[in-house]
């Protein structure tokens, strides 16, 4: 069991940045995938971004490459997003996700992770 706990969120101007944390409770995280996904009012979830449990490979939606990047610290049991170049569009409540490793399922989907955050709020004024 994972249990994992977003936090960062916050109100910023188009063109800042913020820094979302994703901390993880449980001594195997660094066994588990992690993607964050987000979910702006009246649309679905998607994809935003995606670690493998060694930090080797990373995944971006289209929409966000270029200006957000995925890391962890397995030490601190946390995954971090940093997202600069803000833009209005980027507004929505960001979700992080976890799994056991599966190298052979998608990072990409939704429904492939098994644990999932409550949530932290961005908002980015124009």
């Known amino acids: 069991q994972v249990q994992l706990v977003e936090s960062g969120g916050g109100l910023v101007q188009a063109g800042g940045s913020l820094r979302l944390s994703c901390a993880a409770s449980?001594?195997?995280?660094?066994?588990?995938?992690v993607g964050w996904f987000r979910q702006a009012p009246g649309k679905e979830r998607e994809f935003v971004a995606a670690i493998t449990w060694s930090g080797g490979s990373t995944y971006y939606a289209d929409s966000v490459k270029g200006r957000f990047t995925i890391s962890r610290d397995n030490a601190k049991s946390t995954v971090y997003l940093q997202m600069n170049s803000l833009k209005p569009e980027d507004t929505a409540v960001y979700y992080c996700?976890?799994?056991?490793?599966?190298?052979?399922?998608?990072?990409?989907?939704?429904?492939?992770?098994?644990?999932w955050g409550q949530g932290t709020q961005v908002t980015v004024s124009s």
């Open positions: 449980g001594r195997t995280f660094s066994t588990y995938d």
């Open positions: 996700a976890a799994r056991f490793r599966d190298p052979s399922s998608s990072y990409y989907y939704v429904g492939g992770y098994d644990y």
